[in-house]
């Protein structure tokens, strides 16, 4: 409900939220676009094939790529019906904090995933930052106790909506 109040989300027909539906980048650039206001970028050139005039998510992927939180596959294509992985939305949501001059203190120590050796070299900083500051959590935990992130599952916009929530109620909160 939060997500559908604050304008972020909608659902993807007149009367489903569809929770468990794969969030793929085109859904992701366009929560996000929402949320920064719906900038004008009637002067920034498309790079890509595949956010064509047109497209509900066209306008949210020029945003998102000029503003460098996303990047494309190269040869004009962006991927916009492509599934996002739980890492790389993290990744996603760090550069976007990153874009909104957000810094928040982390100070806990390096947390020891049950599947940290799982976790893509590009994306483990952000995974480490939004697991401590809340924003990701895990899928649930191994026999030992250790917290299971799951980092290439594809992200359902129900844990889209989550991660979300408490993202934007974080970086609320550092004002």
Do not use: C
């Amino acid at each position: 409900m939060y997500v559908l109040e604050k304008g972020l989300m909608n659902g993807t027909a007149e009367d489903e939220f569809n929770p468990d539906m794969t969030l793929t980048r085109a859904m992701i650039v366009m929560i996000l676009y929402n949320h920064s206001g719906k900038p004008d970028v009637s002067g920034v050139n498309n790079p890509f094939n595949d956010a064509a005039d047109g497209r509900w998510y066209r306008d949210a992927v020029i945003w998102a790529a000029d503003n460098d939180i996303v990047q494309g596959y190269g040869d004009g294509i962006f991927g916009v019906e492509d599934p996002v992985t739980r890492q790389d939305l993290a990744v996603i949501l760090l550069r976007y904090m990153k874009l909104l001059g957000v810094s928040l203190p982390v100070t806990q120590q390096y947390v020891m995933f049950a599947d940290d050796a799982d976790i893509a070299g590009y994306a483990s900083a952000a995974v480490q930052t939004l697991n401590i500051l809340g924003v990701i959590r895990g899928t649930g935990t191994d026999e030992s106790g250790r917290i299971i992130i799951n980092p290439a599952g594809e992200a359902t916009r129900a844990e889209a909506a989550a991660m979300l929530h408490r993202f934007i109620e974080a970086i609320s909160a550092a004002g």
